[in-house]
């Protein structure tokens, strides 16, 4: 059982990236999902987050408008699209997946916004 997370690297100010959130072992259609961050010397914070049914999403002010949350249940797999990225977006960006009575974490994806 465990969560991937993919498609982090290196971008310019302004630029794109989609980060991936895999989950195996676990059917990810029946968890909620959030997406995290934490950059250095700050406390982890939530980026957006995605309801079981997909019919309800969250994003934090920051990220509001340039961010997009998304599930496709088939591919086992949640996204999180990030457009207009800025410098103060780069951290390691981690996806959490919570049911009633169970919660996985996976190990991260560093973004780095930078010239």
């Known amino acids: 059982v465990q969560l991937v997370e993919s498609g982090g690297g290196l971008v310019q100010p302004g630029g794109s990236l989609r980060l991936s959130c895999t989950a195996s072992?676990?059917?990810?259609?029946?968890?909620?999902i959030t997406w995290y961050r934490q950059a250095p010397g700050k406390e982890r914070e939530l980026v957006a987050a995605?309801?079981?049914?997909?019919?309800?999403?969250n994003y934090a002010d920051s990220v509001k408008g340039r961010f997009t949350i998304s599930r496709d249940n088939a591919k086992n797999t949640v996204y999180l699209e990030m457009n207009s990225l800025k410098p103060e977006d780069t951290a390691v960006y981690y996806c959490?997946?919570?049911?009633?009575?169970?919660?996985?974490w996976g190990q991260g994806t560093q973004v780095t916004v930078s010239s």
């Open positions: 072992g676990f059917t990810v259609s029946r968890y909620a």
């Open positions: 995605v309801s079981s049914a997909g019919s309800s999403t």
């Open positions: 959490n997946a919570r049911s009633l009575n169970m919660q996985y």
